[in-house]
């Protein structure tokens, strides 16, 4: 089946610097998901991402599709303790009816 | 709007018993999921309802779990009986026909002692 995966599983990170995680795919995707879960809270969505070579901004976050749409990569400039959580992307499954989860990044920020 | 809701938002078995958790999707989403997100690892999906038919429950992990959307609106999922490592953040998520994007609802946290 589909396999994702993403990298780093923690990063901890002083506020104020910068923050990347990365997720990759064994097959070529059609378009890919990024969710945010706060500690005890719920994913939330963020984006997603459909055309090669995409690069989306959401204030701080920068998002970005791969060119071959095998890997995704969600950068944070100059965290803040609010960006505390899990970042999960999210891949179409085999059949594309459903969503494959990644394992998440989480980060921690220290003020 | 009212979102995604849950419940309960904690529920606390022993082995052996039944627990029956509750969505209830944003107003006119006909897609409904279940995740569940075991000690703090992956999403897991689960089930996807379209409407109150199954569209996908490749997911469900054995025959003790049972998932229904009467009428396409709310929908139930019973473990029965409940094991050990059924024990997880259980979430729903609802999705509007035409949008890619699925709103998750607080999850319960099932404990199954």
């Known amino acids: 089946g589909q396999q994702v995966m993403q990298i780093p599983q923690y990063q901890h990170v002083q506020e104020g610097e910068d923050f990347t995680t990365y997720c990759n795919s064994s097959?070529?995707?059609?378009?890919i998901q990024w969710y945010k879960q706060r500690p005890g809270g719920h994913p939330v969505f963020l984006i997603q991402l459909v055309k090669s070579g995409e690069v989306k901004k959401q204030k701080r976050l920068t998002f970005q599709f791969g060119e071959a749409k095998k890997n995704s990569s969600l950068h944070i400039t100059a965290t803040q303790t609010t960006d505390v959580g899990t970042y999960f992307c999210?891949?179409?499954?085999?059949?594309?009816?459903?969503?494959?989860f990644g394992p998440g990044t989480r980060l921690s920020v220290l003020p | 709007e009212a979102g995604v809701t849950q419940f309960p938002s904690h529920s606390v078995i022993e082995k052996g018993q039944t627990v029956t958790l509750r969505c209830d999707p944003i107003?006119?989403?006909?897609?409904l999921y279940w995740y569940r997100r075991v000690m703090g690892k992956e999403i897991k999906f689960l089930l996807h309802?379209?409407?109150?038919?199954?569209?996908?429950e490749s997911g469900m992990p054995n025959n003790r779990f049972l998932a229904e959307r009467t009428g396409g609106t709310y929908s139930t999922l019973k473990v029965q009986p409940a094991e050990l490592e059924d024990s997880g953040v259980y979430f729903c998520?609802?999705?509007?026909?035409?949008?890619?994007?699925?709103?998750f609802g607080p999850g319960t946290r099932l404990l199954v002692l």
């Open positions: 999210a891949v179409p499954n085999n059949y594309g009816q459903n969503f494959v």
């Open positions: 107003s006119g989403h006909d897609n």
């Open positions: 309802f379209v409407k109150e038919s199954k569209q996908d």
């Open positions: 097959t070529t995707l059609s378009n």
């Open positions: 998520a609802s999705r509007a026909f035409g949008s890619e994007t699925q709103y």
